[in-house]
């Protein structure tokens, strides 16, 4: 705490506090677990593309290592700073204890303006930060493996692979180095949605269950809440698009400089569309051809207190916080980014009833799919190559065999419908809502049995786990 003001790392931990009191592990084993592992600070020069030199800062965090490799995101930012990325490796920490991805958390960050640099120049920053991680052992694929986060995306994760495996090209296993990739470069379909799919499907499940709905006023099912999403980056825009196809109302999509709002429904996937055509450094609300009377007047700050059922910050950290959660009147906040809600300006929408799903647990699709990538690259074939085939034969098999014993045959369209066998995309989905699910109802138990919130629960929940596994490695030497 500095001057009054709680770092995003001690708030994580304050939340961390509040949970392990529920918890009955010796105060060694919980300091053990809420340490930050290992930090990185260093700095490259990049020479400019106009001859210009200047000095890059950059990190990589790696919060735990009870379980090897440590998983993150790298993120590219002006506010990137020592004490967010170990605030962001620990929420991957507990992130992946909740979905039960055998991994410890990590995160990077380069501080710098993505929108100001070419694409060479950005190329550079990125094979120069990936080598940088080499020389001291922060990456590997059974030792840190990084990811896409704010800022950047499959380019850059291509990048990381290419630089990584030129300095190692005796490593059979190379492309698990990182995740996020193009398909071309091992990456695994579905990963690009995965965080927007993993969170509609979080918030499709919240609103299932009629006792909470009823709680905040609301009807049970998703169809029909009115939503607004803030960012319309990778997560923001898939969350949106998701939740329309679930028969969601998006009323609100908020930007870093401007705001959309319709109370009757804004067509996202239309309005997303147009967003992605624009090119990365000029993307801007102002550049979208859409009606006068969807442009609306406040600022982006202020759009988070719109009128709607449930918010869904998706773009940073310390979005909500004590100076406007007063003011916020959704019922549902899903943070789909990760810490948009402050540990005080949670605390004044608990009071007020408000029904907080927590990062670790909404936008855990993102690391989930990630390990499915992981697995497919150290395996070396794509998921479904081997039975797809065979599973659409077996199908086939049955069909006829009904149609014999029924005396009514199938007609073709029918048959290619139910003899499909899972591709890999059908598989990624289902491994993606399979494991959201169990993860939310073991929440829900928890919750009940300890008469606590859901990020309380989500907390509860990763630190027994991860308590657990400490316990069995004991302490070395
Ligand atoms: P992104 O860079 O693709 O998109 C972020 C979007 O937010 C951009 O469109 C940006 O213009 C917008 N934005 C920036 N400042 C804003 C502001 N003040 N108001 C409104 N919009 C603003 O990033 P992303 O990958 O979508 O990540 C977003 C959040 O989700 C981050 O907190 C990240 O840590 C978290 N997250 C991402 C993933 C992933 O798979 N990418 C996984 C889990 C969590």
Same mark, same amino acid.
């Given at each position: 705490?500095?001057?009054?003001?709680?770092?995003?790392?001690?708030?994580?931990?304050?939340?961390?506090?509040?949970? @392990?009191?529920?918890?009955?592990?010796?105060?060694?084993?919980?300091?053990?677990?809420?340490?930050?592992?290992?930090?990185?600070?260093?700095?490259?020069?990049?020479?400019?593309?106009?001859?210009?030199?200047?000095?890059?800062? @950059?990190?990589?965090?790696?919060? %735990?290592?009870?379980?090897?490799?440590?998983?993150?995101?790298?993120?590219?930012?002006?506010?990137?700073?020592?004490?967010?990325?170990?605030?962001?490796?620990?929420?991957?920490?507990?992130?992946?204890?909740?979905?039960?991805?055998?991994?410890?958390?990590?995160?990077?960050?380069?501080?710098?303006?993505?929108?100001?640099? %070419?694409?060479?120049?950005?190329?550079?920053?990125?094979?120069?930060?990936?080598?940088?991680?080499?020389?001291?052992?922060?990456?590997?694929?059974?030792?840190?493996?990084?990811? #896409?986060?704010?800022?950047?995306? #499959?380019?850059?994760?291509?990048?990381?692979?290419?630089?990584?495996?030129?300095? %190692?090209?005796?490593?059979?296993?190379?492309?698990?180095?990182?995740?996020?990739?193009?398909?071309?470069?091992?990456?695994?379909?579905?990963?690009?949605?995965?965080?927007?799919?993993?969170?509609?499907?979080?918030?499709?499940?919240?609103?299932?269950?009629?006792?909470?709905?009823?709680?905040?006023?609301?009807?049970?099912?998703?169809?029909?809440?009115?939503?607004?999403?803030?960012?319309?980056?990778?997560?923001?825009?898939?969350?949106?698009?998701?939740?329309?196809?679930?028969?969601?109302?998006?009323?609100?999509?908020?930007?870093?400089?401007?705001?959309?709002?319709?109370?009757?429904?804004?067509?996202?996937?239309?309005?997303?569309?147009?967003?992605?055509?624009?090119?990365?450094?000029?993307?801007?609300?102002?550049?979208?051809?859409?009606?006068?009377?969807?442009?609306?007047?406040?600022?982006?700050?202020?759009?988070?207190?719109?009128?709607?059922?449930?918010?869904?910050?998706?773009?940073?950290?310390?979005?909500?916080?004590?100076?406007?959660?007063?003011?916020?009147?959704?019922?549902?906040?899903?943070?789909?980014?990760?810490?948009?809600?402050?540990?005080?300006?949670?605390?004044?929408?608990?009071?007020?009833?408000?029904?907080?799903?927590?990062?670790?647990?909404?936008?855990?699709?993102?690391?989930?799919?990630?390990?499915?990538?992981?697995?497919?690259?150290?395996?070396?074939?794509?998921?479904?190559?081997?039975?797809?085939?065979?599973?659409?034969?077996?199908?086939?098999? $049955?069909?006829?065999?009904?149609?014999?014993?029924?005396?009514? %045959?199938?007609?073709?369209?029918?048959?290619?419908?139910?003899?499909?066998?899972?591709?890999?995309?059908?598989?990624?989905?289902?491994?993606?809502?399979?494991?959201?699910?169990?993860?939310?109802?073991?929440?829900?138990? $928890?919750?009940?049995?300890?008469?606590?919130?859901?990020?309380?629960?989500?907390?509860?929940?990763?630190?027994?786990?991860?308590?657990?596994?400490?316990?069995?490695?004991?302490?070395? #030497?």
């Amino acid at each position: 705490m500095l001057n009054g003001h709680v770092s995003f790392f001690d708030q994580v931990n304050q939340n961390f506090d509040r949970a @392990a009191r529920f918890t009955a592990h010796p105060q060694g084993l919980l300091d053990i677990i809420k340490t930050c592992n290992s930090v990185y600070h260093f700095t490259f020069p990049l020479e400019r593309d106009n001859g210009e030199v200047e000095v890059i800062h @950059a990190w990589r965090a790696e919060h %735990s290592h009870h379980k090897l490799p440590t998983k993150g995101g790298i993120r590219y930012s002006l506010d990137v700073n020592e004490d967010e990325v170990m605030a962001l490796a620990a929420l991957m920490t507990y992130k992946c204890a909740v979905v039960d991805v055998p991994f410890g958390g990590a995160k990077g960050g380069i501080r710098i303006d993505s929108k100001k640099y %070419s694409k060479h120049e950005l190329e550079r920053i990125t094979r120069r930060y990936t080598f940088e991680l080499v020389k001291k052992n922060f990456i590997g694929p059974g030792i840190d493996v990084p990811a #896409p986060d704010f800022g950047t995306g #499959p380019r850059e994760m291509a990048w990381i692979v290419d630089t990584y495996t030129a300095l %190692s090209p005796d490593k059979l296993e190379g492309a698990a180095c990182v995740t996020g990739k193009p398909i071309a470069q091992g990456g695994v379909r579905g990963r690009n949605e995965a965080t927007g799919r993993g969170v509609a499907f979080v918030t499709h499940e919240v609103c299932a269950i009629e006792e909470d709905m009823r709680a905040v006023g609301l009807s049970k099912g998703i169809e029909g809440k009115r939503v607004v999403v803030q960012g319309l980056g990778n997560v923001g825009s898939f969350t949106a698009m998701f939740l329309q196809k679930m028969g969601a109302v998006i009323v609100g999509l908020i930007e870093f400089d401007g705001v959309l709002y319709d109370p009757n429904g804004i067509d996202a996937a239309a309005i997303v569309e147009q967003w992605n055509a624009l090119r990365r450094g000029e993307k801007s609300m102002q550049k979208l051809d859409v009606p006068a009377s969807l442009r609306w007047s406040g600022s982006p700050k202020e759009g988070l207190e719109l009128d709607c059922d449930i918010l869904i910050p998706a773009a940073l950290e310390n979005q909500i916080t004590d100076e406007n959660a007063a003011r916020i009147k959704a019922k549902i906040i899903v943070e789909a980014a990760n810490g948009p809600v402050t540990s005080g300006a949670g605390e004044t929408l608990n009071q007020r009833g408000a029904l907080i799903v927590p990062d670790h647990y909404a936008n855990a699709g993102g690391v989930l799919v990630s390990y499915f990538e992981w697995l497919k690259n150290l395996q070396h074939v794509r998921f479904g190559r081997m039975e797809r085939r065979s599973e659409e034969q077996a199908y086939r098999r $049955i069909l006829d065999a009904i149609a014999v014993r029924t005396g009514k %045959s199938f007609t073709e369209n029918e048959l290619s419908n139910l003899a499909h066998g899972a591709e890999e995309a059908d598989l990624v989905h289902s491994g993606l809502e399979d494991t959201m699910g169990n993860a939310y109802k073991n929440l829900l138990e $928890i919750r009940a049995r300890h008469k606590v919130d859901l990020r309380t629960a989500a907390f509860i929940d990763a630190i027994d786990k991860i308590a657990i596994c400490y316990q069995d490695l004991g302490i070395f #030497p």
